[in-house]
Structure formats: C-alpha cells, structure tokens
T-cell receptor, first 110, second 111 residues
C-alpha cells in the first residue's frame, strides 16, 4: 500500500548529539516537505524538495539540513541537537491541495 | 506573503452541526484545503476547494468564496471522535505552489 513512513516515532537524546530523522514515501511523489509543530500549535515549513537533488529552506529558520538523493527518501539531520529543538517533526509528500503526512517524530532533547 | 485566520477553539455537542471559518490573504490563490489532526497524530486530508461552492464528503463539507477570501468546513452529526484540531491551508502560486497552514481550530465535542 502506498504510504509515507517516518522513523523513529519517539526519540529522546542528549544535547550535542547528531541525529537523523528518516522519511520515506512509496507514492512516487516528487515534492516532499518537513514541518515542525509544537503541541497544539501551527505547522511551520522548515524544508522542502521538488525532486531529486532539490532542497530548499522553508519559512521557519531551522538548524537542520536535508538531502534528497532518491525520490522516495527525504531525511532530516540535526548536527548538534539542543533543547530548543524539542518538537514534533512531520514529513509530508504530495502536490496541489492534497498532502499526505507521516506519523511524525516526537523529538525531546535533554 | 500569506495569512490565514481561523478561530482557535470551538465547542459543540454530539449530534450538532459546527462550522469552522477560515479567512485568508494571499496574492496568488490557487485553492483551500482542510486537514484534521487528532492529539498526538498526523494531519490527515479532509477536503479541498479550488473553485467557489460547496464540496460534500459524507458528514463533512467545505465551502469557498474566492471573492470574499473566505471558506469554511462544516461538520454535521458531530461525534465524539470528531474532537480534534482542524487546519485550513491555502495553495499560493507566489509561494512555490506550496500549502501554507492556518493556526488550527481545536474542536471539542461534548456529550
């Protein structure tokens, strides 16, 4: 079944650690996105990609980086995690008015 | 840029009808869509309007008036499971044709 997958679902790590949040989709979408969302708050676009080897920063400044080497894979990396990075990170794919979201990664940096 | 306004919270009783409004300001409007998000979950697509009028999908309907820069989501025969946050989102041709989300409306359905 075509879908979008995010791992890990929950992550607690120490300050200064490097982490990569995984996102993969099997829907063949060219466009993929990363959103950051605090509990009960709005979604903020932090990165997006129009296709392989295309990555752009979103509206919300983020210290994370992304890569798009394969159409189906759009990982997000934090080189040195800080408590201010504690949030939920949502990956999505799609175009037009219909996006499909992954289940999200709830990140806690202690 | 774009901006979207929607109420932060709405409360209704089970079986009732509720309308969640969304007004927007954008220079290259391409359409309005709605997403539902339960606590701890991911947003899921509900409906979209690219043209004026009403779109019906089961108990949920969405309406758009481009001349008024306004849309709404209508939920009928409310159920407890409808308690969630609802986000409107606009597609803007001047923002890379990507969706920009509103702040969300938290709907609480009471027995």
């Amino acid at each position: 079944e075509a879908d979008i997958y995010q791992t890990p679902r929950y992550l607690v790590i120490g300050t200064g650690k490097k982490i990569t949040l995984e996102c993969s989709q099997t829907m063949g979408h060219d466009k993929m996105y990363w959103y950051q969302q605090d509990p009960g708050m709005e979604l903020h676009l932090i990165h997006y990609s129009y296709g392989v080897n295309s990555t752009e920063k979103g509206d919300l400044s983020s210290e994370s980086t992304v890569s798009r080497i394969r159409t189906e894979h759009f990982p997000l990396t934090l080189e040195s995690a800080r408590p201010s990075h504690t949030s939920q990170y949502l990956c999505a794919s799609g175009s037009g008015l219909r996006y499909t979201f992954g289940s999200g990664t709830r990140l806690t940096v202690v | 840029g774009q901006s979207l306004e929607q109420p932060s919270e709405v409360t209704a009783v089970e079986g009732a009808i509720v309308q969640i409004n969304c007004t927007y300001q954008t220079s290259g409007f391409y359409g309005l869509s709605w997403y539902q998000q339960h606590d701890g979950g991911a947003p899921t697509f509900l409906s979209y309007n690219a043209l004026d009028g009403l779109e019906e999908t089961g108990r949920f309907s969405s309406f758009l008036s481009r001349s008024d820069s306004y849309g709404y989501l209508l939920l009928q025969e409310l159920q407890m499971k409808d308690s969630a946050s609802y986000f409107c989102a606009v597609r803007d041709s001047n923002a890379g044709n990507m969706l920009t989300f509103g702040g969300g409306t938290r709907l609480m359905v009471k027995p």
